[in-house]
C-alpha cells in the first residue's frame, strides 16, 4: 500500500485544498509516522510528484506577510478515483506478512539456549514498551477521536498484546532458564 500518497489524497479530500505545510502538520499531530509509516518529511516531495501526474492539482499560491508563498494543492477527479483504488486495495489485502523469527527458530542451533532466550526476553520487553507507549496515547487521544480512529487505535493495541502472548509462549518453549 502507498501509504503517503492515501494520506495525502484522503487529507486533500477530506478537508479540501490545502497547501503543503498544512497537510505535514497533520501528519506530525496525527503522528502518521508512528501509526501509518509515513514520514511527514517526505509528503512535499510526493505532492510534487502527485502534481505532474494529475492526481492532484494546484489550486492557487498563497503569501501571508514575510512568509514564503505556498502552494495550495486540491485533489483532482484522478486523484478521487485513485484514492477510491488505493482504499480498495488496501481492504482486498489480508496478506500476514512474514515474520523473520520463523526462520530464526528453524535456525535458532546456531546459538545458545542462554542468548536466545535473552533475546526474546529484550524483543518482549520492547513490544511491552510499544504497548504501554500505544496505550498512554489512546488515553491521550481518546477526546480527538471521531468515527472509527478509536477502533483502529485498538488494532494496534491488539496486535501488540498478540506479540506479548506469543513471547511468553516462546519463553515457555525454550525453558525460563
Same mark, same amino acid.
Do not use: C
Given at each position: ?9 484522503? !487529507?486533500?479530500?477530506?478537508? /479540501?485544498?490545502?497547501? &503543503?505545510?498544512?497537510? #505535514?502538520? @497533520? =501528519? ?5 509516522? *508512528?501509526? !501509518?509509516?509515513?514520514?511527514? /518529511?517526505?509528503?512535499? &516531495?510526493?505532492?510534487? #510528484?502527485? @502534481? =505532474? ?5 494546484? *489550486? ?5 506577510? /514575510? ?9 483532482? =477527479? ?38 536466545l532466550r ?38 494496534t493495541l ?20
Open positions: 500500500m502507498r501509504a503517503t500518497r492515501l494520506f495525502i489524497l484522503g !487529507a486533500l479530500a477530506d478537508g /479540501g485544498p490545502m497547501h &503543503g505545510h498544512k497537510i #505535514r502538520a @497533520a =501528519a506530525k499531530l496525527d503522528r502518521a509516522d *508512528v501509526w !501509518a509509516d509515513v514520514k511527514p /518529511g517526505s509528503l512535499y &516531495g510526493a505532492l510534487g #510528484r502527485m @502534481a =505532474a501526474e494529475g492526481v492532484v492539482e494546484v *489550486v492557487r499560491t498563497e503569501q501571508e506577510g /514575510g512568509m514564503p508563498a505556498r502552494t495550495v494543492y486540491g485533489i483532482t =477527479a484522478k486523484g478521487r478515483d485513485e484514492l477510491a483504488a488505493i482504499i480498495r486495495a488496501a481492504l482486498a489485502d489480508t496478506k500476514l506478512t512474514p515474520d523473520p523469527m520463523q526462520l530464526v527458530l528453524l535456525h535458532r542451533s546456531v546459538i545458545d539456549d542462554d542468548e535473552t533475546a526474546v526476553r529484550a524483543r518482549r520487553a520492547s513490544y511491552a514498551e510499544q504497548l504501554e507507549f500505544w496505550t498512554n496515547l489512546r488515553v491521550d487521544a481518546e477526546p480527538h477521536l471521531v468515527g472509527l480512529e478509536p477502533v483502529a487505535f485498538d488494532q491488539i496486535r501488540l498484546r498478540a506479540e506479548l502472548e506469543w513471547h511468553d509462549q516462546l519463553l515457555t518453549a525454550i525453558g525460563a532458564d
